[in-house]
């Protein structure tokens, strides 16, 4: 069975910093383009990142690039968010997502919430 | 960026129902489209990808159709699973980008 369970996030100050986690089991992470999409509280879904199999291609929205940073550890069966110099507007649930191929999402984590608040 | 409307924002059926939601890009994305639903509190599910293509266990009152610029998503018969927000995703180019939503709600 595949799974995805995202965790990491928690209230942060604004201008701090937080790594999301995403470990994964039932399939050969190493073999997998992975996401991370957000959701702003009663929002919509907001592609964040993605990156490829052996992590040698990353793609990011524009309005992200240079403050947060998607990575992957494949001997760990973990993608990972380093996300820095938060802002009140990044508090959103955090998916990490598989791609069945190259931006053909199928499976989703839980989510994990991130407040960014003073 | 690629932009997605969707339409209706909202809309209310009964069960049993024949459902469509429109999906509208603003340039060309070579079929590259998707749909996801999503439940109150829950993550989204991936419905179909390529326009048409069923993922994995998908019930075939899912379809999906289109071209060009105008898609939709059809709900045969309306079950009461169903009810949930629907989300279209253009991946022709990158950023990824997805429709506002449309909600579906019980009549």
């Known amino acids: 069975e595949v799974q995805l369970v995202e965790s990491g996030g928690g209230l942060v100050q604004p201008g701090g910093s937080l790594r999301l986690s995403c470990e994964v089991s039932?399939?050969?992470?190493?073999?997998?383009?992975m996401n991370w999409v957000r959701q702003a509280p009663g929002k919509g879904l907001e592609w964040v990142a993605n990156?490829?199999?052996?992590?040698?291609?990353?793609y990011y929205v524009d309005s992200l690039k240079g403050r947060f940073t998607i990575s992957r550890d494949n001997a760990k069966n973990s993608l990972y968010l380093q996300m820095n110099s938060l802002r009140v507007e990044d508090t959103a649930v955090y998916y990490c997502?598989?791609?069945?191929?190259?931006?053909?999402?199928?499976?989703w984590g839980q989510g994990t919430l991130v407040t960014v608040s003073s | 960026d690629i932009q997605m409307t969707q339409s209706p924002s909202s809309l209310s059926a009964s069960i049993g129902d024949r459902v469509t939601i429109t999906c509208r890009v603003s340039?060309?994305?070579?079929?590259?489209l998707a749909w996801f639903q999503q439940k109150p509190g829950k993550a989204p599910k991936s419905l179909i990808y390529?326009?048409?293509s069923l993922h994995t266990g998908v019930p075939s009152r899912f379809s999906g159709s289109g071209s060009g610029s105008d898609f939709t998503l059809t709900i045969s018969s309306l079950q009461p699973e169903d009810f949930a927000t629907y989300y279209c995703?253009?991946?022709?180019?990158?950023?990824?980008?997805f429709g506002g939503g449309t909600k579906v709600e019980i009549k």
């Open positions: 997502a598989r791609d069945l191929a190259e931006a053909v999402t199928d499976y």
């Open positions: 039932g399939f050969t992470f190493s073999s997998y383009w």
């Open positions: 990156i490829k199999d052996d992590g040698g291609e990353r």
């Open positions: 340039e060309g994305i070579n079929n590259y």
């Open positions: 390529a326009i048409s």
């Open positions: 995703q253009q991946y022709h180019r990158y950023p990824l980008t």
